[in-house]
């Protein structure tokens, strides 16, 4: 097991963010968080990084009991984790070399000496993502795709057992989006994957490899499962309450509204 809530829930400025969250996470499986604004899903991963804790309920986050185990620094080693808020975190005179090497830290820049080893594993890391020909360039040049590139790969330095990846394309183009998502498909081909968990707001981006999906609306679990059963015609019109189609195409899924007859 990576994870497991049992009816988790967390008020905030006494307001419910979450309610009543059952979600169990098992290893060989990659899930999408599906929700549109205010789903709730960056409540749900600010609880599965210890940032916040649940007022209500039961978690157990990669062996770690909350309430029981000591958390944070201690269980954020073992996740990795990519979302825009982050990229704005690093120094724009650092080379993209030196932020993947700053993962073996788990520091915002780079304050320890690196080993042999962790320079063999940024240069492979950093040929893998696809970004050797940037290494050496600043941070604050490279472009928003290259970017997220990087930072994948400096999550993938510490090994983590989980990686969480929090609307990684945003702000990309067709291009950029679909050459990103082609190299979140290669990480879970590597020997020491790690469980995947993908943000997202727009169905198109939920890959074969994203054997499962929850849905969440409203701070609550609307359905979870395989996502080949999550993301259907009826199930998504529902979510939505609106008529929608979902067409497969390339073991992908494509979402549009249902036309309605005048
Ligand atoms: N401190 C707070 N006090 C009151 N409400 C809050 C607080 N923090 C978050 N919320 C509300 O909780 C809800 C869920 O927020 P959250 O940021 O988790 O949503 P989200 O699914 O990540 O949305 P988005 O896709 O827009 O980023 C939102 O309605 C937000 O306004």
């Known amino acids: ?3 497991r809530l049992e009816g988790v829930s967390l008020k ?16 060989g499986e990659h899930w999408t968080i599906f929700g549109l ?10 609880l599965l990084n210890a940032y916040e804790f649940p007022t209500e309920g039961k978690m157990d986050v990669l062996g770690k009991t909350f309430g029981k185990s000591p958390l944070g620094e201690n269980l ?3 996740i990795g984790m990519v979302s825009s808020s ?15 090497l700053s993962g073996s830290f788990a520091s915002i820049g780079l304050y320890q000496t690196p080993t042999d080893e962790m ?7 950093l040929k893998e993502l696809g970004c050797i020909e940037y290494a050496d360039r600043n941070y604050e040049t490279l472009s928003q795709g290259e970017k997220q590139r990087v930072l994948i ?10 990686l969480i990846l929090d609307e990684p394309t945003n702000g990309l183009d067709f291009i950029a989006r679909e050459n990103l998502l082609e190299a979140i498909e290669q990480i879970v081909r590597r020997a020491d994957a790690p469980t995947l968990l993908y943000v997202t707001h727009h169905v198109e981006e939920i890959l074969p490899i994203f054997t499962h999906t929850i849905l969440l609306r409203k701070g609550k679990i609307f359905s979870s499962g395989l996502t080949r059963e999550m993301i259907s015609t009826k199930i998504l019109s529902s979510f939505f309450e609106l ?11 494509l979402l549009s509204k249902k036309k309605t007859r005048c």
């Open 1 to 3: 097991m990576v994870f």
């Open 12 to 27: 905030k400025d006494g307001k419910w963010i979450l309610q009543d969250i059952n979600w169990k996470v098992n290893k």
């Open 37 to 46: 604004n205010g789903a709730g899903k960056t409540a749900l991963l600010n």
């Open 76 to 78: 954020r080693m073992n």
């Open 86 to 100: 982050l990229q704005q975190k690093f120094y724009p005179s650092d080379s993209a070399y030196e932020i993947v």
């Open 119 to 125: 320079r063999e594993k940024a240069i492979s890391l």
């Open 153 to 162: 790969a400096r999550a993938l330095m510490a090994e983590p057992d989980l």
């Open 243 to 253: 008529l929608v189609d979902i067409v497969w195409q390339n073991g992908r899924p």
